[in-house]
């Protein structure tokens, strides 16, 4: 079975700071996507990030860095410079291709607070 | 384009009560699924549909019905609350159902069970 584990339940820093949340999953499968979620106090979730498991090219998207490792199935998030407009929880979810349907399988969430 | 609308957005019942949380989407997407979200446990998926007239159990069906007679529309309904289902609940689609390559989240439901 599919498993996401984020280990840090909570990190605070101050802003400008760097953050890296960190993302590490379980699949028996060699096709699979890898995501991150933002959940602002708003409670809505914004999509951030999708990636295959066949692309293992870092991304970056202006403050927002992504490093997908297979080796250590890993899918790492860093905020360059946080602001404290990045405070919300933050989760990393993977979906298995099956040949039935897919299911996407969350993370328990990192609580990001960036403070002044 | 309103994507994926849930209602509603707030609910408090009495234990034992039923109701249902409605769920839309206007993407002509296959695939819907509904989970809920605890504290310290991220979002768990009750049930899911990959078409009209196909549904599945998730990770935490019991206590929940779902059926899904249009590609538009999966409601999913508790029978009889219990406080254990206080949660926020959230409806997903997404176009492809075998591969998930994206998932279009509403906005939750808040539901409290008293």
């Known amino acids: 079975a599919q498993k996401v584990t984020q280990a840090q339940t909570e990190i605070s820093v101050v802003e400008k700071e760097d953050v890296t949340l960190d993302c590490v999953y379980e699949t028996r499968d060699t096709t699979y996507y890898l995501f991150w979620y933002k959940q602002p106090p708003s409670g809505e979730l914004v999509f951030l990030i999708r990636?295959?498991?066949?692309?293992?090219q870092n991304e970056i998207s202006g403050r927002y860095s992504w490093n997908f490792q297979k080796s250590t199935s890993s899918f790492n998030f860093t905020i360059t410079a946080s602001q404290v407009v990045d405070s919300a929880v933050y989760f990393c979810a993977l979906s298995e291709a099956t040949g039935t349907a897919s299911k996407l399988t969350f993370g328990t969430g990192t609580r990001l607070q960036v403070t002044l | 384009n309103a994507g994926v609308t849930q209602t509603p957005k707030f609910q408090v019942l009495k234990t034992g009560q039923s109701m249902t949380l409605q769920c839309a989407q206007d993407?002509?997407?296959?695939?819907m699924s509904w989970y809920r979200q605890d504290p310290g446990m991220g979002l768990r998926l009750i049930h899911y549909s990959v078409g009209a007239g196909i549904t599945d159990q998730g990770e935490v069906p019991n206590g929940y019905n779902v059926s899904r007679s249009t590609t538009e529309d999966f409601p999913l309904r508790l029978l009889s609350a219990a406080p254990s289902q206080t949660s926020v609940y959230f409806c997903?689609?997404?176009?492809?159902?075998?591969?998930?390559?994206?998932?279009?989240f509403g906005q939750g439901t808040r539901l409290t069970v008293v």
């Open positions: 993407m002509n997407h296959e695939y």
């Open positions: 997903a689609s997404s176009l492809a159902p075998f591969v998930l390559t994206e998932a279009f």
């Open positions: 990636r295959n498991s066949f692309d293992e």
